[in-house]
Every structure is written in C-alpha cells, then in structure tokens.
C-alpha cells in the first residue's frame, strides 16, 4: 500500500473542516483605507503583507464588511458617497449618496443596515444594503460625529463626536436619538464588550476611555490614558480593550474585569483606529503619519512589525 502524502491528504481534509488554523488563516484579510491615497491597502494577517490595493474614490475612511464577506463598504469623504466593493473583484459596484463628510461606518449584527457618521450634517445615516439606498438620516447631538457603532444586539448605535464631550445613543428601531451620556472632551473610537453590557469611549482630549454602563445610559467610570484616547478595539473574549494614542504614539491594554492599564506598547506616528483578529491573537493598528500598520502580539504586547501601505491610513478592518 502506497502512504498519503500530504498533498492527497489535503483535500480529506478540507473536506472533514480538519485543515489547521494557519490555512485557516490565510483566507483572513485586513483592509486599511488611505485618505490621501485613495486606495484602501489589502493586508494578508497570515504573512503580514500587503497583497492588493483596491481604489476606492478620494478620500476613503469608515469601512465595515459585510456579514456574508462579499462586499465592503467604504465612506469616501471627498465625494460625500458610501462606495460598495465586491471583494472578489475589487471593484466599486454601486454608490449611496450620504450628505458631507461622511467618516465612520458601522453595521447592524445581522448585517441589514449600515450606519454612517455624517459631519457636516450633525446626523447618522442609515443605509439600507439590500436596497443601497439611505432608509433614515437621525440627527444627532454631537457636533461633527465621527463614529457610528451598532450595540451587539444591534438595538442601539452609539455616536462619538468630534465637536462635544457626550455619546448620542440612537435606538435602531426607532430611528431617533434617545439619549445623550456625557462622557469627556471630543469622543473618539467605540467599542462594546461581546455580551453588549458596557460601552467604551476615547475620548481624545480628556485623554481617556470611559466606561459606560448600556442599560442604564450612564458613565461608569474613566480610565486614564497618556495624551489622547482616539481608536479602541475590544479582544473577541472580552477580556482586555486596546486604546490607540495619537500624540504618545502608543498602543495601551486594559483589563475590562478591573478598568485598569496593563502595558502599553510602541506602534507608529499618530496611530488611529484598529482592528483585532476573530483569534484575538493579533492587533492592527493605523499610524496615519508613519503611512504604516503596526502588528501587535496581543499575548506579549510586542510590536511584530510594521507594515507600509498608502498615505494618512485611517483605521482597519478584518474579512
């Protein structure tokens, strides 16, 4: 009897969902727009190389994929539009008007509605994507938002902005702004923690993230952070939150069980928004002024490397 290779075992495999985590992996991308550039960077997490570039209008920056992994949607701030991607062939297959400078994107947990951070008109827009049309645009309190993040259980979007020192919380059915939770000067990045219970916000020139409590729309409690809290990505298990600084340069760790600091590590020059691995294993950071991504060894806190793609990245994304 002739022994398996491992070229014949292969496909056994595959087809038994036996293949080991690092094919797995290779199927996982990041995409990092680039303001300036127009382009939005195509990074493999598994080598850590850019193997793509898509263009993507003038000036791109909110990205969300969407649930199937088909299609990315892009802001494009310069033509005032939200530009549909199909991943396959990288390329804009439809436009949705939104209004002036749009920034921040963020989808709905069942992948129906995106919501977009509308600046210049003080609003979210809600984008219908079986439709591509704009179903609601909410106003809102916050001057400039920036971010538009739906609530894991997709009932409500929080809404940072630039010009202000509250979040908007919009419930999603409803279609209307309910509450305004005070949280520190010029709010930033959004996240969540998986069961949905707690929210954090950056907020840039309190230089801090605040916790606040969902249920009863209500700050917790704030963490320092150096200079300036700007981006956050919450670990997939909950258990730790990153915050970008934008003057110092540096990635910080806090544990969610206590609210504390727990390392810091040396990314690039103004990093921004990130985004984690579905493993939790890796960290990317934007360095807008560095024209870079920083990984990061989520287990060590270690700056593995970084990696070149267009002019003034402004955050990432993970298919």
Known sequence: MHPITAR?????????????????????????????????????????????????????????VSRDGKLLYVSDQRRNALHVVDLASRKV???????????????SPDGRWVAVAVE????????????RRVAATIKVKGKNPEHAVFSPDGRWIYVSAEEGSAVDVIDAAAREAVALVPVGKRPRGIAFTPDGKVAYVACEEGAA???????????LTSIPI?????GLAMQPDGKRLFVSDGKSGAVFAVDTATNQVTGSVEVGQRPWNMAITPDGRKLYVANGRSNSVSVVDTATLKKVLDVPVGELPWGVVIR
């Open 226 to 230: 150096a200079k300036a809290a700007t």
């Open 93 to 107: 297959v439809g436009d949705v008007e939104l209004g002036d400078s749009p920034e921040g994107v963020g989808i």
């Open 120 to 131: 210049d008109a003080t609003a979210v827009a809600l984008v219908d994507t079986g439709a």
């Open 209 to 219: 993230v605040v916790a606040i409590d969902v249920a009863g729309r209500r700050p």
């Open 8 to 64: 014949a075992l292969r496909p056994i495999l595959a087809s038994a969902g036996l293949l080991v985590a690092g094919s797995a992996a290779a199927g996982q991308l990041a995409y990092v727009p680039n303001e300036k550039s127009g382009t939005i960077s195509i990074v493999d997490t598994a080598t850590d190389q850019v193997v793509g570039s898509i263009e993507a209008g003038v000036k791109p920056r909110g990205l969300a």
